[in-house]
Every structure is written in C-alpha cells, then in structure tokens.
C-alpha cells in the first residue's frame, strides 16, 4: 500500500492510542503525519529486506512531521529511525536520533508513561548498539521501573526489554545480571505466542555471554545452541519477514560456534522468505 498524499485520513495517535487528545496544549501543530500507515508501509519494506527504501521513507516523513510542528508524530517516527540506524550501522544518525527523541520526550512532557518508556527502549538499545553501554544500563533501568509500574508481568514488552538490558549489562560485564535478565527475559517469551523466534535470539546471546564469563563454557554454549535450533525450527511458527530477520541475525553465530550446516540452513530460509515478498 503506497502512501498517497490525496489519500489522508487523520491518524490515531501511536502514543496514546486515540485521536480526541492528540494535542491537549495550546501548541496544536499546522498538521499531523500519518503515523500509521507510515509504520505500516515501512514494516512492510522491512520485511522485504529493502532498508534503503524504509530509511528514505521515515527520513522524509521525520521532515514532515518537524515542517508541520507534530512533535508527537514525529517522535513515533524517530523511534523508528533509531531501529533502522541500528541496522545499517550508521552511528551518527543514530546517536542523533537518540538525542532528538529523548528531547520530543521532555517537550511533550511524556516522561513516566509507557509510550516514553517503549522509546526509551528504543534508545537505549541504540545507545549500546554504538558504544555506550553504561548509559543504556542507567536508561534501560528507567524503562524497567516504568514498565513494572503500569505493564502485567507477563507483557511482551518485557522479553524485549530484558534481553536488550542483558546485552548491555555484559558490555559493563555485569554477567551475573546479564544472565538474570536473560532468564527473565525468556520466563515472558516462552509464554508469548509465536515468542519461540525471540527465545531463539536470547539463547543465542546467552550463548556469547557464557562464552565470555565462564572459564568451562562448552556445555553451556552447547546447551543454548541447541535450544536456539530447537525454537527456530518450531513448526507454528510463521515464515514471514521476522523470522527471516531473526534467521538472518543467528545464522552467523550459529557459525561462529561451529554449527555450520545450521548457519547456512537459517541464511537459506532468510533469502527465501526476502525473494518471495
């Protein structure tokens, strides 16, 4: 579905969910983006592995939303953007993006909620993706305190949160803590339907944490490996563009720990799911 300008229709706001209280403040912008369907069709480019195109199209609706003063919009779109920097490891694009969405944060007085939580995530993630594991520890701190205030335990908003947080925690080498998060991470995941993908991921990280912390790794990265073959070859679980994401992102350490029939099974399932969309 493309994004035709005379096809608007006034979005529902993707941070508080309606459309009445968009904009509460005497500060109304001259218009609003549509954040919507500008998710839709870049998750749609995503799941065809077309990342330029995704980039170009949040880029220039980023410019939009400032152009017309939407600050809530365009915070929902720099979230995205952060994602996508992480991808194409573009540091400074990322680190800006960071910056410009804890900003939107502060000016749309947001801090506290959920929604500013779910981009803090965001930048956190970002943060540690470009060398700044402490500050996305004292950030994803924040978001945990957040969720666990406003969010049921078994939100699958926590299997993202705890790995992510994990991840961070080994760059500061916190392992014990790493391997905590990871567990509870996992403890959300494997009661999310279709979390069998994620589950496969944070195995995979447990795997490299174990490798680094324990001094008789083998059975524990054994153990992980094996979990993680078992999880991505679940039966129910969709062949779409996630699962290609995912296969894509485990197939070389699946390779790295000498599973190489594996590594090239996963990056054969990922072109196939990217040539067929």
């Not at 991840?167 to 500061?172: F, H």
């Not at 567990?183 to 490798?211: F, R």
Request: aromatic content about 12%; charged content about 30%; some cysteine.
């Amino acid at each position: 579905m493309s994004l035709d300008p005379f096809d608007f229709k006034e979005p529902h706001c993707a941070l508080c969910g309606g459309k009445d209280f968009y904009y509460p403040d005497k500060n109304k912008p001259a218009g609003t983006i549509p954040v919507p369907r500008i998710l839709e069709k870049a998750d749609a480019l995503f799941d065809k592995n077309d990342y330029p195109a995704a980039g170009r199209l949040l880029e220039n609706w980023q410019r939009e939303a400032e152009a017309l003063g939407d600050k809530r919009g365009e915070l929902s779109v720099v979230s995205e953007l952060m994602g996508y920097y992480r991808k194409i490891n573009d540091k400074e694009k990322g680190l800006k993006s960071v910056e410009r969405g804890l900003a939107l944060i502060d000016e749309l007085s947001l801090g506290g909620t959920v929604s500013a939580a779910t981009v803090q995530l965001n930048a956190a993630t970002t943060m540690k993706a470009f060398g700044k594991a402490a500050d996305a520890v004292a950030l994803y701190a924040e978001t945990e305190k957040i969720y666990l205030e406003n969010l049921s335990p078994s939100d699958a908003r926590f299997g993202g949160l705890y790995n992510n947080y994990a991840l961070a925690l080994t760059d500061v080498k916190r392992f014990a803590d790493a391997e905590e998060s990871y567990k509870k991470a996992l403890g959300v995941m494997e009661k999310t339907e279709h979390g069998e993908a994620d589950a496969a991921i944070t195995y995979v990280n447990m795997a490299h944490l174990y490798e680094t912390w324990k001094e008789e790794s083998e059975e524990f990265v054994s153990s992980c490996m094996e979990r993680a073959k078992e999880l991505l070859d679940t039966p129910s679980l969709p062949r779409n563009g996630y699962y290609a994401f995912v296969c894509s992102k485990c197939a070389p350490s699946f390779g790295y720990f000498g599973y190489f029939l594996e590594d090239a099974e996963l990056k054969k399932r990922a072109e196939e799911i990217y040539e067929r969309a």
